[in-house]
């Protein structure tokens, strides 16, 4: 399973296009598992609270490495959409910690900090004041992908 964040919404030609240039094997279905598996990405469009107000759930079910594969599509998406876009980084981040992340703007890739962003940490279980103190992913310098 992987996530790829958007700051503008996602018209669903521009998903399918993407998936079809980086996993031309996959068959690209919009919403929740069904009996049909076999080589399928599902994807699920949820609303975020953060600068990244879109927020693509795919679960990969056709193979490859899904890190790899979220990378190659939210810079797709980004370019595409000409907006910005954040995916897992923890392949690219200086510790093994989880909360790295890959903000593309445009094409060009930063290493971002999500700890404590609303984009991570939003929950509906947080109180007002929780929730006040959340802020947007930090980013730390400019990565060559």
Request: charged share 20%; proline share 6%.
């Amino acid at each position: 399973m992987f996530y790829i964040g958007l700051s503008a919404q996602p018209h669903p030609d521009a998903v399918a296009a993407a998936f079809a240039a980086h996993a031309p094997q996959a068959r690209l279905r919009w919403g929740e598992f069904d009996d049909d598996c076999a080589g399928v990405v599902f994807v699920q469009l949820h609303r975020n609270a953060s600068e990244f107000p879109f927020a693509l759930h795919a679960t990969n079910l056709a193979g490859g490495d899904d890190y790899e594969l979220g990378l190659a599509i939210a810079r797709t998406l980004s370019l595409a959409l000409d907006c910005r876009s954040v995916c897992d980084g923890t392949r690219h981040g200086p510790t093994q910690a989880p909360g790295w992340c890959v903000v593309w703007d445009r094409g060009q890739a930063y290493l971002g900090d999500d700890y404590h962003s609303r984009f991570y940490d939003d929950s509906p279980d947080l109180s007002a004041d929780e929730r006040a103190q959340l802020g947007p992913i930090r980013i730390l310098h400019r990565l060559e992908l």
